[in-house]
């Protein structure tokens, strides 16, 4: 046997283990769109698609943040979560242990999700102690959409807002974190398409309507200038959420909840 032989044929043993690793890819399944505040299952699924055991496999997901500061936390409810999960600040951190090679393992949890004026992103991440053939596919982004429930007014019709203000508020969730930090007014959405408001000071008023039943937009209005306007979308119980601006303010916004009185 020649010298080049004996070096071809090594090379051809060699080469399946000298590539012969784990490699590990993941997915986030989730409702297609689910209602406000409705608890919501998602799926993380984690597969080893290499040719070597995956070892020390931890799945982390960074979950939808609230812009509180100087706390921030998880942007929705939480409910149950996997046995091998655990919520660390806003990221769930699950320990898999080893992932055989063509194995694949999922993990579970609950998610009600509140109306933000900002994507509800997440991002899953899968690591381990073994050497990959890629790390390309251990993580992704995925953005939650949802569906808003539809909630005809018929004027004239009393409302009680709820409210609280800040710099980078993105939901009515963030106000309810801080009780103490709300606030409320009283009005009423008239027939003919304007707000009338209890014990408002003279030149006080505003306007509403709705450009789908599930949306809701109001403007305030002082001595027929623009003070504060805001853009809903129903959460259900005769309620709708969103951000009002101030244009006077533009460094300011509030998180509203307009919830209509029986």
Not at 240 to 245: C, E, K, P
């Amino acid at each position: 046997m020649t010298t080049r032989l004996l070096i071809l044929l090594t090379v051809l043993f060699a080469a399946p283990q000298a590539f012969a690793r784990a490699d590990l890819t993941v997915d986030l399944q989730g409702p297609a769109a689910p209602l406000p505040d409705v608890m919501a299952r998602y799926d993380v699924t984690v597969d080893n698609i290499g040719n070597r055991t995956a070892n020390d496999v931890i799945v982390g997901v960074a979950l939808p943040e609230t812009h509180t500061s100087p706390t921030v936390h998880v942007l929705g409810t939480l409910g149950a979560i996997d046995s091998a999960c655990a919520l660390q600040d806003t990221h769930l951190t699950c320990n898999l242990g080893r992932l055989r090679r063509g194995a694949s393992a999922t993990l579970s949890f609950e998610l009600a999700l509140p109306v933000s004026r900002v994507p509800h992103d997440f991002v899953v991440e899968a690591k381990t102690s073994s050497r990959e053939d890629s790390v390309a596919n251990n993580a992704l982004s995925y953005t939650q959409s949802l569906s808003y429930v539809a909630t005809p007014i018929a004027g004239p019709r009393a409302a009680l807002v709820r409210h609280c203000t800040g710099q980078d508020l993105v939901s009515f969730f963030e106000c309810l974190l801080y009780p103490s930090s709300q606030s409320s007014h009283a009005l009423t959405l008239e027939a003919n398409g304007t707000l009338t408001f209890a014990n408002a000071p003279p030149g006080y008023t505003g306007t509403w309507a709705q450009p789908t039943p599930d949306r809701l937009v109001m403007t305030y209005t002082f001595n027929n200038a623009m003070v504060a306007a805001f853009r809903g979308f129903g959460e259900g119980n005769d309620c709708f959420s969103g951000i009002t601006a101030f244009p006077q303010s533009p460094g300011y916004i509030a998180a509203y909840q307009v919830c209509l009185q029986p």
